[in-house]
């Protein structure tokens, strides 16, 4: 099961590419979309179960509305790219409970930090898009202490690193800039997460930005250089913790993916049974245990499955008790004439909605926030030709 599931992004000439960013904008509308609408639901009281299955009922209905003309005789695949996934205060990420599960009565409280993270795919091309709020906040009563400043901290780490993304940058200047950041608000990037290219039916690519690595992840980690018509995933995670280091705890993985990239033969049947469901249902992309017919037998298929890595879990991880944790995903296309923002800006975020003592010092970075995602070429004399600068402007 090698990838001839798409060519690479950069072998296709430019009319495929823009057609292919249309379908990623297509899914980015449909993520803002539902992603309002949950964040108008996460209220004090709201079950976390509830509002994940409406997150992907919501995601479903969106993708099954557009791209309904067969191509060449073939339905074009669209669906959910990731599932919704509703992580409160110090759970950095991947909470999307099952009805069996003890954790599906859990319910949200007033002033919980609260990170919504889900995507949507057309024809494989994923929008994903998290973003964090606090339930019950108000400009009358804002977020302060130290869950505005993780929030404040991963919001500016997330707008500095979308103006680093571009093409011949590498990969350790978004590591680097992040780390300082939110050093500024007393904060730390969660250890090891990764942020991954993205092509056709791909949201986890060879090319990865690394956040606060430890010094082995350091020596390992390869740098990469970003190039024009790559699309990448950024995934920004702040906590207020000391040290930036999470772990798992109690609640089980419930969000999957298989590695198109591994191949072995199941030996039970109900392993190879689960592992076809799963491939029907999701593909490439992550989906949750609840889509599948039978809860019981795809635990006990997914284990044989995870064994030999053709399937992989998201493990639900935690930062210390007490502490908070913020994030925000957006996905970016490098267009010759500059980057492109395919998801939406926050729907929650506003700068009266947090408030915090601290801010950022660094000139340079202060100076980079200010910086247009695509920078004006020629301001006054080809404007007004055809909307983007001439190729070889395009730096």
């Not at 899914?27 to 409406?54: F, M, P, R, S, Y």
Request: one cysteine or more; hydrophobic letters at 40%.
């Amino acid at each position: 099961m090698s990838s001839a599931e798409g060519k690479p992004v950069e072998d296709k000439p430019r009319s495929t590419a823009e057609a292919d960013i249309t379908k990623y904008k297509t899914a980015a509308d449909i993520v803002h979309n539902v992603t309002k609408k949950l964040v108008e639901l996460c209220v004090e009281g709201a079950n976390i179960l509830e509002l994940c299955v409406e997150g992907d009922k919501l995601l479903d209905q969106g993708t099954s509305g557009v791209y309904n003309k067969a191509v060449k005789g073939v339905k074009v695949a669209k669906g959910v790219a990731f599932p919704t996934s509703i992580s409160v205060n110090n759970c950095v990420a991947h909470f999307s409970p099952l009805a069996s599960d003890p954790a599906s009565s859990q319910t949200l409280q007033k002033g919980d930090v609260v990170k919504l993270h889900l995507g949507a795919h057309i024809d494989g091309f994923a929008s994903v898009s998290a973003e964090t709020l606090v339930v019950g906040a108000t400009p009358e009563a804002p977020v302060t202490g130290r869950a505005a400043d993780a929030i404040k901290a991963a919001w500016h780490a997330a707008e500095i690193a979308m103006r680093l993304v571009k093409a011949g940058n590498k990969n350790w200047a978004i590591t680097d800039a992040v780390n300082k950041v939110t050093a500024a608000w007393d904060c730390k990037a969660v250890e090891g997460m990764l942020s991954c290219q993205q092509t056709q039916n791909v949201i986890d690519g060879k090319k990865r930005i690394i956040l606060n690595p430890g010094e082995q992840q350091k020596k390992d980690f390869e740098t990469a250089t970003f190039a024009e018509y790559e699309v990448y995933g950024i995934d920004i995670l702040v906590t207020s913790g000391e040290d930036g280091k999470a772990r798992t705890e109690d609640a089980k993985a419930t969000v999957y993916q298989r590695d198109s990239t591994v191949s072995y033969q199941l030996k039970m049947k109900t392993s190879r049974a689960v592992f076809s469901e799963v491939q029907k249902k999701a593909g490439a992309f992550p989906f949750n245990i609840r889509v599948l017919d039978d809860e019981k037998k795809a635990r006990m298929g997914l284990q044989e499955a995870c064994q030999h890595a053709l399937v992989k879990p998201y493990d639900v991880i935690y930062t210390p008790a007490n502490t908070f944790v913020a994030a925000f995903h957006f996905t970016i296309a490098l267009l010759p004439a500059g980057p492109t923002l395919i998801t939406q800006p926050p729907v929650w975020y506003k700068p009266e909605l947090v408030k915090t003592e601290k801010e950022l010092e660094d000139e340079e970075l202060k100076t980079l926030l200010t910086k247009k995602l695509r920078e004006d070429k020629k301001k006054n004399k080809k404007k007004k030709t055809n909307g983007e600068a001439p190729d070889e402007e395009a730096e």
